[in-house]
Structure formats: C-alpha cells, structure tokens
C-alpha cells in the first residue's frame, strides 16, 4: 500500500508561518493529484489547497492568500507554505493523493491514499 508521511507540523504564534511537507515513499507524484486538508476537533475534515496532476492549484477561500501549494517530483514531496497563520487555522492536516485529475478537489471521497497527518496549533 502506499505511503504519504507528513511532517513540519507544531506550535507557532498568530501571524508565524510553517511549512508542511508530505512525503510519498512508494510511487512518484508527477502521476497523481494531491491535496492537503484539515481536521479541527469537533469538525469535518475541509479541503485546504490542491495541486492537479497537470498543474492547477486549488485554495480554500480561507487560506487564499496565506497558504501555497507545490511539489517537487524529483524529491516526492508536496508542500504547504503557511503564512499568516490565525488560530482558526489550528488543526490536524493531512495529504492526500488521487489518480485522477481533479474535478471536485475538496471531496474526501476524490482522494485514492492518505497520511497520518501533522498537527498544527496557532496560539499566543
């Protein structure tokens, strides 16, 4: 089964900035389409940003401008760039890869394989 393994998760102050990378051990991410989302106790787990296989990028209304995503194929990492973070933003994160392209990209149901994810807290 494949693997994604997320990291660079922690503790960090409004208006602080993280980087979240996911790493996929078994296949290489030039074929899939990846996505973050996140999951805050007590919520559904909400499509965060996108990166379609051929290349166009998806954000969540409430991390457009803050938050972007890539990948780079050669290493097999997809990343997050969080900028700005607010406490709201505080949450478990996850990535996710699909086969296909991306038609609804903030659908759990689109994504093929998933990681363990990596907690993000925002607090002073």
């Known amino acids: 089964e494949e693997q994604l393994v997320e990291s660079g998760g922690g503790l960090v102050q409004p208006g602080g900035s993280l980087r979240l990378s996911c790493e996929a051990s078994?296949?290489?991410?030039?074929?899939?389409?990846l996505a973050w989302f996140r999951q805050a106790p007590g919520k559904e787990r909400e499509g965060v940003a996108a990166?379609?296989?051929?290349?166009?990028?998806y954000y969540a209304d409430s991390v457009k401008g803050r938050f972007t995503v890539s990948k780079d194929n050669a290493k097999n990492t997809l990343y997050l760039q969080m900028n700005s973070l607010k406490p709201e933003d505080t949450a478990m994160y996850y990535c996710?890869?699909?086969?296909?392209?991306?038609?609804?990209?903030?659908?759990?149901?689109?994504?093929?394989?998933w990681g363990q994810g990596t907690q993000v807290t925002v607090s002073s």
């Open positions: 078994r296949y290489r991410y030039s074929g899939y389409s």
């Open positions: 990166i379609d296989r051929v290349g166009p990028t």
């Open positions: 996710a890869a699909s086969y296909m392209r991306l038609g609804s990209w903030s659908a759990t149901s689109t994504y093929n394989f």
